[in-house]
């Protein structure tokens, strides 16, 4: 195995070591009791409404979604690469790839964890 990937097997394991703390830390209940879902989606995107609330959750290239929009609970929290973070704008984000967190019984949206750096308008 080449350095490259021994540093992407590095990092996948940092990465769900992360989500899982911190998934963990914020709520009493596990993914193992099976009333959320984690699923790992190539793109993410936030719906917004005037007043900047989201009001839906779209994803896309994510297999283990049943469908590719979803509606955001009360209190859904974003956080960038495992970090809370409260962006000038939630859709600064749209079209990361992120892990979306879906609780199985309401079909809402209660997480979404962003891999990468939100967009600012200045990609090339």
């Known amino acids: ?9 590095v990092l996948a394991g940092v990465l769900v070591f992360m989500a ?24 993410v995107e936030l719906v ?5 609330e989201v009001v839906q959750v779209r994803v896309a290239n994510c297999e283990r979604c049943a469908q590719e929009s979803y509606l955001p609970s009360r ?9 809370p973070d409260a962006p000038e704008s939630p859709n600064s984000f749209n079209g990361q790839a992120g892990t979306v967190v879906v ?9 979404i964890i962003f ?10």
């Open 75 to 83: 209190n859904l929290r974003v956080s960038q690469s495992g970090r």
């Open 103 to 111: 609780n199985l019984q309401s079909g809402m949206v209660e997480q």
């Open 115 to 124: 891999w990468a750096l939100p967009n600012r308008g200045n990609d090339q």
């Open 20 to 43: 899982g703390g911190m998934a963990h830390a914020q709520e009493s209940r596990s993914m193992l009791d099976g009333d959320v879902l984690a699923a790992e989606a190539g793109q």
């Open 1 to 9: 195995m080449n350095v490259i990937g021994v540093l992407g097997v």
């Open 48 to 52: 917004t409404n005037a007043s900047g």
